[in-house]
């Protein structure tokens, strides 16, 4: 147990709907990474935040967006639902943004788009 | 930008056998380096991590990895492998002054009695 959790664990939608995912991070840790991994596109760094603040984005689409709470849980939106967008969303969470800092992961919402 | 090849998609083994799984990576500034291991409907877990040192590093289940700048790999090995050990491995670089996890496409390993 990494300590991370994210909750739904499963996520059954249509095309079109919107969705959201929560993680909550370790307790102390102040940065939050989400990831997607699907069979086509492998595991994709998304975004990153840091005690509230965007840091990094990766290749994020325009439909997702997420954030950071003060009390340092996350939460990722993804919108306009597309078959495509099925895949396995993990969340990680760091201490801090340095990039020797190790990245502990939840154990992931499966999302399956109809 | 840096980029991660694993160079074998799928490994099989019996069980007690060495085990090699290799990773070549592409960068044009110096990278940290990274292995996890993904057990079966779980999330990653971290093998062990190459920061600066020695450029063997010893992790977590008897997983070792060597660092070779020269050739830009960080093949990851195991002297006798478990049953247990059965798992997806991914091999991941960061760039030193920050920046994203980069992942390598995984290597499935599996290990037979």
């Known amino acids: 147990d990494s300590g991370v959790t994210q909750t739904p664990k499963h996520l059954i939608t249509a095309t079109g709907q919107r969705v959201t995912l929560r993680c909550s991070p370790r307790?102390?840790?102040?940065?939050v990474y989400w990831y997607q991994q699907s069979l086509d596109q492998g595991l994709q760094f998304l975004i990153q935040?840091?005690?509230?603040?965007?840091?990094a984005k990766g290749n994020i689409l325009e439909r997702f967006s997420a954030q950071q709470f003060p009390d340092l849980h996350s939460e990722l939106n993804l919108s306009s639902l597309e078959l495509g967008d099925s895949a396995l969303y993990f969340c990680?969470?760091?201490?801090?943004?340095?990039?020797?800092?190790?990245?502990?992961f939840g154990p992931g919402t499966r999302l399956t788009v109809l | 930008a840096q980029s991660v090849t694993q160079l074998d998609s799928q490994v099989p083994v019996f069980e007690e056998a060495p085990v090699e799984l290799r990773c070549n990576y592409s960068?044009?500034?110096?990278?940290?380096l990274f292995w996890y291991v993904q057990y079966p409907n779980q999330g990653l877990q971290l093998l062990l991590k190459?920061?600066?040192?020695?450029?063997l590093v010893k992790g977590i289940n008897g997983f070792e990895a060597e660092f070779n700048k020269s050739q830009t790999s960080f093949h990851l090995r195991k002297p006798s492998v478990h049953i247990s050990d059965t798992a997806e491995y991914f091999c991941?670089?960061?760039?030193?002054?920050?920046?994203?996890?980069?992942f390598g496409q995984g290597t499935e390993l599996s290990v037979k009695p």
């Open positions: 990680a969470s760091s201490v801090s943004q340095r990039s020797t800092d190790t990245q502990y």
């Open positions: 307790s102390g840790d102040l940065s």
């Open positions: 935040y840091y005690n509230g603040e965007e840091r």
């Open positions: 960068s044009s500034v110096s990278v940290y």
């Open positions: 190459y920061l600066s040192g020695s450029t």
């Open positions: 991941a670089v960061m760039a030193v002054q920050g920046g994203k996890l980069i």
